[in-house]
């Protein structure tokens, strides 16, 4: 996990320090916030980001930076039975996300008044993902054969790593504080493509995030 940092760090500085020599124009962005999954707990997210404008509507971007959520539940139903009440139950099945991204994409301006920019989004590029995965076990009392519940065995643990290209999309808003400075909000979705263990844009593949961050002019 390490090495993908420090790799994405240098291809940033590199790619950046071209812009900024040959073009002696763009800005740096530092952003953070939640990162929202379904059936997933909620996690954080940070990034650094150099954005490079094209003309006044359309900005050009890359960005790494660090993402984490916990656990990932799974849904378990059982018969209703005079003896079975209760029927419904969850237990994660992985835990400890670790995500590195190192993206690519396009900000296109959609209107500006006199309070924010309004922009939209695309993007695409690689992510390293780090996590635990777990088989379930289910909780049966012996004195009467109900399930109690269903739980992660921590004795299957299984570290898993995988190398995925995903896509985004998203919408957000810049406000001009400074001719130098602005503050960015905005949401975005992103999904994995090539998983080995999940489908292309299914619930586990895909998570959003909120972010509010800086921009500085260079």
Avoid: C
């Amino acid at each position: 996990m390490k090495k993908s940092f420090v790799v994405s760090f240098i291809l940033i500085s590199i790619i950046s320090s071209n812009f900024i020599y040959s073009q002696n124009f763009g800005s740096f962005e530092i952003s953070g916030g939640l990162v929202l999954q379904s059936s997933a707990s909620n996690g954080f997210n940070t990034t650094i980001q150099y954005n490079h404008r094209f003309n006044d509507d359309i900005q050009f971007y890359i960005y790494s930076g660090y993402t984490s959520w916990n656990e990932f539940y799974v849904t378990f139903t059982e018969e209703l039975t005079p003896p079975q009440k209760e029927t419904i139950f969850k237990a994660y099945t992985q835990d400890n996300h670790i995500l590195i991204p190192i993206y690519f994409g396009s900000r296109v301006n959609l209107q500006t008044n006199k309070l924010f920019t309004a922009f939209a989004s695309f993007e695409i590029g690689y992510s390293y993902l780090n996590y635990n995965s777990y088989q379930v076990k289910k909780i049966i009392d012996p004195a009467n054969g109900v399930v109690i519940s269903y739980q992660p065995d921590i004795n299957t643990k299984k570290e898993v790593k995988e190398n995925l290209l995903g896509i985004g999309l998203g919408a957000g808003i810049t406000r001009e504080i400074t001719k130098a400075i602005n503050i960015v909000l905005f949401y975005k979705i992103n999904s994995q493509i090539n998983s080995e263990y999940y489908d292309a844009l299914s619930s586990k593949a895909t998570f959003s995030a909120i972010n509010l961050g800086i921009n500085v002019v260079l």
